[in-house]
């Protein structure tokens, strides 16, 4: 498969190790909104051959922080019964049990445990791709499943599967990128008191995170 993935996880290596970080805090006068939209695409204007996409996966009320997997798909119309699943790094076949690899979507958030957070951001690639090739034919699905502790991806994308935990975020139609997003696009907006700008450094400086929480 040539849909490509730019390695977009280019500093998690640097993350496992030397890792340190600086913190600065700014609290609120009063509550405020952080809104945007559940998915964006971004592209030159009418072209398919440089598209980013960014989705904001929410998760369930009653699976908050529970411990599962996020899972980016890929299928084309014309085979349907074929799904690509996305490490992050290359697009691997669902059904191919010979490969190990795992197939889940490494969301890294600052200062996270690995959970299921209310709002999980994905980003299909940080860097345009070209998916011109799949015009009229390709759709992006985003997904999440439930795991024990110490379960391997297989697990959660079975229970994913098993409870319809799936959509489809992104067809690769239309006269631009934007006309295949979904018609009930979703806005997004989290109350805050607060703003932690994080500084992760490990050998160099990374770009800040902003986490905004209600505390």
């Known amino acids: 498969m040539k849909f490509m993935l730019h390695k977009f996880l280019l500093a998690s290596a640097l993350l496992l190790s030397g890792m340190s970080s600086q913190a600065d805090t700014v609290k609120f006068s ?7 939209p559940q998915t964006s695409v971004r592209s030159e204007l009418g072209k398919f051959d440089k598209v980013i996409l960014d989705h904001n996966v929410i998760i369930n009320e009653q699976d908050h922080f529970k ?4 899972f980016v798909g890929f299928r084309r119309k014309s085979q349907p019964d074929v799904i690509w699943l996305t490490d992050g790094i290359s697009w691997l076949n669902a059904a191919d049990t010979a490969n190990t690899t795992p197939k889940n979507y490494p969301v890294i958030l600052p ?5 299921l ?6 980003t299909l690639s940080n860097e345009p791709v070209d998916v011109s090739a799949y015009v009229g034919d390709g759709e992006v699905w985003v997904g999440y499943g439930l795991k024990p502790a110490g379960e391997t ?22 006269s631009t990128p934007a006309s295949g997003l979904p018609d009930n696009l979703l806005t997004i907006c989290l109350a805050a008191t607060e703003m932690e700008t994080t500084v992760i450094t490990a050998g160099h400086d990374l770009p800040g995170e902003v986490i905004l929480g209600k505390r």
């Open 30 to 36: 009063a509550p405020a909104q952080y809104c945007f």
């Open 153 to 174: 991806w297989e697990k959660s994308y079975a229970d994913m599967i098993s409870n319809n935990r799936f959509n489809k975020i992104w067809d690769i139609t239309g």
């Open 111 to 115: 200062n996270g445990d690995g959970t």
């Open 117 to 122: 957070q209310p709002v999980m951001p994905i």
């Open 67 to 70: 411990n599962g997997d996020i």
